[in-house]
């Protein structure tokens, strides 16, 4: 070969090295952008300014054109924004950190048209790394995980690109250049291929060093969790309609895995903020904390806050929590919590029951606590006698109201003759007579619960609870609104609660003497879902997310240590079962085996037919839960007495079908007493009416005698034929 073709065949070669590594680093940037953006943190403006320039310079690369910024514009814009990044800082942003995401993608841009030496790229390798860095401080999602991954991705084909550019310029041997373009292509595919095997190498390794690095706090990666405009709904401070607004989003709240309880069997209220102030807008709530004492094992006693006196018998329950980082400092916890354990150095407490963490270096993520679910009987609150502590009166404290509020009060308790008669007709007036939207009015009104009762009738759970709590107080019943969360689903793969931003709920906490506060909701409600179908896949995905968010972002000294200890333990019983199992049946299964042989090849259609046989039973087996639910709801429509609410919504649902085909469809919107008034058949709007009746007994009041009674009344309902 002569020096000409030799010195061509470098160019030729250095060329291609050259085009595949501007590529590369261009998808590293890229990579790592959008690694950064899937945060949700960035703010509009940043993403669609950053997403066009590095569209264009995509374009630019895709056509095989350059265009570099001279060094003097380059200059003039870096000190530009050093002006610029202070005034972010101090007028925009109002965040160092935000400020300086702002200043390294303005620095990623400003180099990407305008890489003149060999440190340019070098620097864009570095803030790539810095841009995902800043993701991992921005979020704690587990779509980190897998953007993540492909950055390493980008990162390793870039920094071997890297280094065969290096090598093929400083070479002192020309390579002889390739006959034809088949060795380019193997070049891109052996990258391709070695790549993503050293990614999970470089994955496995970083693993194994995670899990085993020694922890001697809790949590790292936790601190860096950000808040959201959600802890607004629960602070002290609460304008009427907030809940509303949080109940627009689906995001995942927290997890409550309950001891025991494997098949979804709670339907629950998550406890938050009680609030006992209100301005005919805001709720507020006026009460001082005071700090907890932690017991000898390391528990926080919570059953002073829960109840006034101890009740006969006790329902205890143990859970277990993770929250999601919603910006908040309030334990979610169920009725009337006994104890409280957690990393948490310190914990208050107010008057109204609601529990604080103080630790600021512990925000709240992982929990577990003990709550007793006993309430008094209905008997026991209609005898419930005796003054009201002056602690208590604060709850009676009403705002300028519409007059036709108290008289509301007072002809739907006309027939009532003690407090929980009347705190139970409200209830069942607000929850029967009234309908439930999220859609509110754009115009805000002046009296926001006159509104409601009078005029729209129709509302989220916020207007309820207001609504039932004002009235109490019109009545000389003290109460309260409580904020929090109910249940929203239960995945069946991890045995927890997946409890959502959409669940935030409010409801009616009222006092009675000598039994303190008890709950009522007023809110028309529907029973705990379960996912079917497609919606199973969510449930999948959120497996993953609980499992990334527990044994990755708050990976502490417990976790490392329940993790060591099930390992030892695992791997020492799988060992000895697999040692005595081998021992005790080598031999015997190779007698089994040879007379298996030896009736398979008698008679061959006789064991096919087997085969069938067990492929349909493994079938059955397959849809055994859908053959159980189904017997469940045949034994539960049989048997409604032995669970009056669930066996009143599957009848209800059964009736509501039957109508459907006979032409009176039930909007989603329309309460039972709405719905009545759409049947012009006198008679069969009778006949529907009694149902609805027993019905709602037995939904909303637990009467078994009234569930009893629905098979009847459904039989009657549709016994009726039409000519």
């Given amino acids: 070969m002569s020096s000409t073709s030799a010195g061509q065949s470098v160019i030729t070669l250095a060329a291609a090295i050259e085009r595949y590594f501007q590529v590369s680093l261009y998808l590293l940037v890229l990579t790592a952008f959008g690694t950064l953006a899937s945060t949700g943190t960035l703010d509009a403006p940043t993403v669609v300014l950053v997403g066009i320039a590095l569209l264009i310079r995509g374009y630019l690369l895709s056509t095989r054109r350059d265009l570099q910024m001279p060094t003097r514009v380059t200059n003039f814009l870096t000190l530009a924004y050093g002006v610029f990044y202070l005034a972010d800082y101090s007028l925009v942003s109002h965040s160092f950190l935000t400020a300086t995401v702002h200043l390294v993608l303005f620095g990623m841009v400003v180099r990407l048209f305008s890489v003149h030496k060999e440190r340019d790229h070098y620097m864009l390798a570095v803030l790539a790394f810095l841009m995902v860095l800043a993701a991992a401080v ?28 290096r090598s093929s310029q400083t070479a002192n041997i020309p390579a002889r250049e390739p006959s034809d373009r088949l060795t380019y292509r193997r070049m891109a595919f052996f990258l391709a291929g070695t790549s993503p095997v050293l990614v999970l190498l470089i994955l496995a390794g970083a693993s194994a060093i995670f899990f085993l690095l020694p922890r001697m706090s809790v949590g790292y990666l936790g601190s860096f969790a950000g808040g959201s405009d959600m802890a607004t709904g629960f602070s002290d401070h609460v304008q009427l309609g907030r809940i509303g607004q949080i109940q627009q989003s689906t995001s995942v709240v927290m ?152 008289e509301l009060a007072r002809k739907i308790t006309a027939t009532a003759d003690n407090p929980f008669d009347q705190a139970a007709a409200i209830e069942r007036h607000l929850m029967t007579n009234f309908g439930y939207t999220l859609e509110m009015s754009r115009v805000a009104p002046s009296d926001p619960l006159a509104d409601f009762l009078f005029v729209r009738k129709r509302g989220h759970c916020e207007y309820f609870a207001s609504s039932m709590a004002i009235m109490l107080r019109t009545l000389g019943i003290p109460s309260r609104v409580v904020n929090g969360f109910r249940t929203s689903e239960f995945n069946d793969l991890t045995a927890n609660y997946v409890v959502r931003a959409s669940s935030a709920h409010s409801w009616v906490e009222a006092y009675f003497p ?57 791997s020492r019983s799988l060992i000895d079962g697999m040692r005595n199992w081998a021992q005790r049946h080598y031999a015997r299964m190779l007698e089994r085996a040879r007379r298996a042989q030896q009736r398979i090849s008698q008679s061959p259609g006789r064991w096919s037919a087997g085969a069938i046989l067990i492929c349909v039973l493994l079938g059955m087996v397959a849809n055994a839960r859908a053959w159980l639910r189904w017997v469940r709801r045949r034994r539960l429509a049989r048997h409604p007495e032995k669970a009056p609410s669930q066996a009143a919504a599957l009848w209800y649902q059964r009736m509501l079908r039957w109508l459907d085909r006979k032409g009176w469809k039930k909007a989603a919107v329309q309460t039972p007493s709405e719905f009545l008034l759409r049947i012009e058949d006198p008679a069969m709007r009778k006949r529907v009416e009694d149902f609805t009746r027993a019905y709602e007994a037995a939904r909303f009041g637990e009467s078994s005698e009234e569930a009893r009674r629905l098979p009847a009344l459904y039989e009657e309902i549709t016994s009726t034929t039409e000519n």
């Fill in 514 to 570: 000598g039994y303190g506060w008890i709950s009522f909701d007023p809110t028309p409600g529907t029973p705990l879902g379960s996912a079917t179908g497609w919606s199973r896949v969510s449930l999948y995905v959120d497996a993953m997310a609980s499992f990334w968010r527990e044994w990755v972002v708050d990976y502490d000294a417990n976790h490392q240590k329940t993790l060591g200890e099930d390992a030892m333990q695992g």
């Fill in 138 to 165: 921005l979020t704690v999602d587990s779509v980190f995980l897998l953007a993540f991954a492909g950055f390493m991705l980008m990162a390793v084909v870039t920094f071997v690109l890297m280094e065969m550019r």
């Fill in 255 to 406: 997890h409550v895995q309950i001891d025991g309880d494997t098949h979804g069997s709670y339907d629950l209220k998550w406890r938050g903020v009680a609030l006992g102030r209100f301005d005919g807008k805001v709720w507020s709530s006026p009460t001082e904390q005071f700090p907890l004492s932690r017991q000898d094992d390391g528990k926080f006693p919570l059953w002073h806050t829960a109840r006034e006196t101890v009740p006969k018998t006790i329902r205890p329950i143990h859970y277990r929590v993770l929250m999601e980082p919603i910006g908040t400092n309030i334990f979610f916890l169920a009725a009337r919590p006994r104890f409280l354990n957690g990393t948490y150095r310190s914990v208050a407490a107010d008057r109204a029951g609601a529990i604080y963490d103080l630790d600021l270096e512990h925000p709240v993520s992982l929990y577990d606590a003990d709550s007793d679910l006993a309430e008094p009987t209905s008997q026991d609150l209609r005898s419930a006698s005796g003054a009201i502590p002056p602690q208590i009166r604060e709850y009676l404290q009403l705002p300028m109201l519409d007059p036709r509020i108290p």
